[in-house]
């Protein structure tokens, strides 16, 4: 599990078969990971062509804030596993912090439907096709993405619903 | 009933997953146009209802079929099945009961809209958050050296394998080396929590399905456990005793005849549980065939751990990617073939066996030397040396108030807790705090899973399931 050199074949074949079919991805490994960083308009199709090829698991998916990055201000990272190669991919996607908008991997795996909306709660990220994005942890009528790195801690005043009487 | 599952070592083969369209786009109603629609299916009527507004969770709640485009997912039908067919919308035959979120046995606060069909659930939609408190946000307040006060909190019944997690990552980033005695000493920890985890459900599960004196007879064990943990970290739960370097403190004199005490009666209770529930009618009666989910609905919707290993997939992060020198040790990999809750009790309880082999291996083979890494950037000086040093006690003192700086980067650090895969995704920028931490917690995806297990079962089935997943929900919500 550390530099691609040192995969197992069957592992590093299937990167190669990505790498191939999606020129605009950029294949790397940080401190051990296998990480690709996927353009935001191709991770559908990277997320389903890694599943057919054998990545059929499904294990994470979160947001990460930069604040000011070039590449765009937040990041999608999805983890995705292939139980059969021991192989772990982590897809890295730049999202801008103008347009925070991702398409959905809800129709290729559907265990990203509660991350999804974990990350929309926390983050203000929409995901595009999700079938039903509403807020997952915090309540409805709660403002703000509380994870976002311009949302202040201990700043606001704490929003609960007001203690009523049931009739 | 099923054949009794079958234990093997090693990884299998598993099934391909089936490939299966994309749901069809349909109308994605905003949040408060959801509202609007939920107020006005639940009422019946345009009037206000007024007990409802006390309660509402609005567009988080289950809407009426015709404006639920995630219908599937709650039906249970994502991954190429077809069991499921409906006989009309919602509405007509059908009833939307609430479980929890105050339920003793929702294991905590989670929630649970049904829609019933008679005895059948037709919809199951799970609805968390009650116990949100911000900790990924905590985290990133604190420092690296604080974290695992944080993280131990998350999941309670596991709170070594959090520790463990949140220190494996630091240690990558930071690359340092911790030595083999912290290891054998994190090992231990872990795998003792292990059996005093599944000792826990164990006893709630029985207690769930009507077999009280399990309840009993779980707590009775795992109380050696806690009593074990006391005098090693000084605390019953949420230790803070795994941190980035090693531990926290060396085992304490006489910690081999505890280990010597858990291994000599756990077993023993161990085998009272399965003369009691093995081949109880009733117990597999409840059990056998209940809850199923197959290996591939388990890996799209991210279920981990014995629910995975109990639908026939030998898949164990201590196997496929060792941390903390675990692969030293000799143990198997229990696997279930049925998918459902029963397996999914031998599997665990075969765990405990596997897990209490770990404790003797280790307990045996304990290598001496230091309990933390000698990297000064990590350890604090001796308690001895800051009466005679100066540059000791200033060294303790910025490691207590400022923390350690932790090269820039990220990592994903992932380890066997005793409910699946735990993970954690730490970024840092090159400060004593970290940038984000995302904690990856297994109760998260196998709450959200429960639809797939519960789809078309009767409305007992569902506490059964439920205690199956062994949800935390410290974990869900975080």
């Given at each position: 599990m550390s530099d691609p050199a040192s995969l197992p074949d069957r592992a590093a074949a299937l990167l190669a078969g990505l790498a191939e079919q999606f020129p605009r991805a950029r294949f790397g490994s940080s401190l051990g990971d296998q990480v690709v960083r996927v353009e935001r308009d191709d991770l559908v199709a990277f997320a389903s062509a890694a599943r057919e090829t054998g990545l059929t698991a499904f294990v994470d998916l979160c947001a990460v804030d930069y604040l000011d990055r070039p590449e765009g201000r937040f990041e999608v990272v999805v983890v995705l596993l292939s139980t059969r190669l021991c192989l772990r991919l982590r897809l890295l996607v730049a999202v801008p912090g103008e347009d925070p908008q991702v398409p959905s991997l809800t129709g290729v795996f559907p265990g990203a439907n509660f991350y999804e909306r974990e990350a929309y709660d926390l983050f203000g990220i929409a995901f595009s096709g999700h079938p039903e994005l509403t807020r997952l942890l915090l309540p409805d009528e709660w403002e703000g993405h509380p994870l976002r790195k311009d949302h202040p801690v201990g700043a606001v005043p704490v929003q609960f619903k007001a203690v009523e009487q049931a009739p | 009933m099923s054949n009794p599952p079958d234990f093997v070592t090693g990884e299998t083969e598993a099934p391909e997953m089936v490939n299966r369209p994309a749901p069809p786009p349909g109308p994605v109603p905003a949040a408060e146009e959801r509202r609007t629609l939920h107020d006005l299916w639940m009422a019946g009527t345009e009037a206000p209802r007024e007990v409802a507004r006390f309660t509402s969770e609005g567009a988080q709640e289950m809407l009426a079929e015709e404006q639920e485009p995630i219908l599937a997912g709650q039906m249970g039908a994502l991954v190429g099945d077809d069991y499921l067919s409906r006989p009309g919308p919602s509405g007509e035959d059908t009833q939307v009961i609430n479980m929890g979120p105050q339920h003793p046995s929702t294991h905590g606060v989670l929630r649970l809209q049904v829609e019933l069909e008679g005895e059948t659930i037709r919809r199951v939609k799970p609805i968390i958050g009650y116990l949100h408190t911000g900790m990924e946000k905590t985290a990133e307040a604190l420092t690296f050296a604080q974290g695992p006060t944080n993280v131990t909190r998350m999941d309670y019944l596991s709170p070594f394998h959090e520790e463990l997690c949140f220190s494996l990552a630091t240690e990558r980033l930071l690359g340092v080396e911790v030595p083999p005695r912290a290891q054998a000493i994190r090992v231990l920890m872990t795998e003792v929590n292990r059996v005093a985890s599944h000792l826990i459900w164990v006893a709630t599960q029985g207690m769930d399905i009507g077999a009280l004196s399990m309840m009993l007879y779980g707590w009775r064990e795992r109380e050696l456990c806690l009593a074990f943990f006391e005098r090693v970290t000084g605390l019953r739960m949420n230790h803070n005793y795994i941190r980035p370097g090693g531990v926290a403190a060396d085992l304490p004199d006489g910690w081999e005849d505890d280990v010597a005490g858990i291994l000599a009666k756990v077993p023993p209770g161990i085998a009272d549980y399965q003369d009691l529930l093995d081949d109880n009618p009733i117990f597999r009666e409840r059990t056998v065939g209940v809850g199923v989910i197959t290996a591939e609905e388990c890996r799209a919707y991210g279920v981990t751990g014995p629910i995975l290993r109990a639908s026939g997939v030998a898949w164990d992060l201590r196997r496929a990617f060792p941390y903390s020198g675990i692969d030293r040790y000799e143990f198997e990999v229990p696997i279930g073939n049925g998918g459902d809750v029963y397996d999914r009790y031998r599997v665990r309880i075969e765990e405990m066996k596997q897990s209490l082999r770990i404790v003797a291996q280790v307990a045996e083979t304990?290598?001496?030397?230091?309990?933390?890494?000698?990297?000064l950037k990590v350890t604090p000086p001796p308690r001895a040396r800051l009466d005679q040093s100066m540059e000791a006690l200033i060294h303790h003192f910025k490691l207590f108030t400022e923390g350690f700086k932790v090269p820039a980067g990220e990592v994903y650090e992932a380890v066997e807790s005793p409910r699946g895969e735990l993970g954690m995704y730490l970024v840092s920028n090159g400060e004593a705090k970290p940038w984000r931490l995302h904690v990856r917690g297994p109760s998260f995806a196998h709450v959200q899973a429960l639809p797939v297990m519960l789809a078309?079962?009767?409305?007992?089935d569902t506490v059964a399931t439920l205690a199956s997943a062994d949800p935390v929900l410290g974990d869900v919500d975080r």
């Open positions: - | 304990m290598p001496p030397g230091d309990y933390r890494t000698d990297d078309d079962s009767l409305i007992a």
